[in-house]
């Protein structure tokens, strides 16, 4: 019995997190109410302050539910040693627009834009987008190791610029710069060309 009873609540828990996320691409921030969530998951609006006590903190579980998942996945597949550097990058911009279509980038984007005046919101999002700062880093000390220089960058130095580039991108793309012909995600995808000449200069992949 106890058992069921756990089950449910944490399937309710996730469809709630799955209405949020719906609502959130819907609405944005500003226009995101619980009730609304409540009635896109089908609960009664009394669950989300059980769950999750507010709106602040049902959009920080938001966070955190896709996050993990999301950096998991990063995790496994950049330490697929299968794949060369430059197929992991390519696979990595593949992911870019699985999470544009997955609502998971206007999720981050929107909470980056509320965490300038919620320092709550701000904390959270610093530690989860400083997480896959540390993955980034941590690649490009393995490229360091096996293509040698990197071109005069620090492991730091690069882990900033391909963070940046991403995050940047999705921000351009939410703006609607590609409509415009910017080539965003084509720019992000020609980076994999550099690295394949790296790793054919040092005799990989």
């Known amino acids: 019995m106890a058992r069921a009873a756990t089950t ?9 997190l799955e209405a949020a996320k719906a609502v959130l691409r819907r609405n944005g921030y500003a226009g995101l109410s619980t009730r609304d969530v409540a009635a896109e998951a089908g609960v009664p609006l009394s669950q989300i302050h059980y769950h999750f006590g507010s709106k602040q ?14 950096l998991d996945r990063q995790n ?30 206007r999720v981050l984007q929107e909470l980056i834009s509320a965490s300038w005046s919620d320092p709550a919101v701000a904390k959270l999002v610093r530690a989860g987008v400083g997480a ?45 710069f590609e409509k415009k ?18 790793e054919s200069r040092s005799g990989r992949r």
């Open 8 to 16: 449910r609540k944490i399937e309710t828990a996730e469809s709630l």
């Open 132 to 176: 896959w700062c540390e993955l980034i880093i941590a690649v490009a000390r393995d490229a360091e190791k096996e293509l040698g220089s990197l071109g005069g960058f620090t492991p730091e130095e690069v882990g900033a610029f391909a963070s940046s580039a991403f995050i940047g991108a999705e921000s351009l793309f939410l703006l609607g």
């Open 57 to 70: 903190g049902l959009l920080l579980a938001l966070f955190e539910y896709l996050n993990a998942q999301l």
């Open 76 to 105: 496994a597949m950049f330490a697929d040693r299968s794949l060369g550097l430059s197929q992991r990058w390519d696979r990595a911009c593949d992911y870019l627009d699985e999470d544009i279509g997955s609502g998971y980038v």
């Open 181 to 198: 012909g910017v080539p965003l995600r084509t720019a992000l995808r020609r980076f994999g060309d550099v690295i394949r000449l790296l």
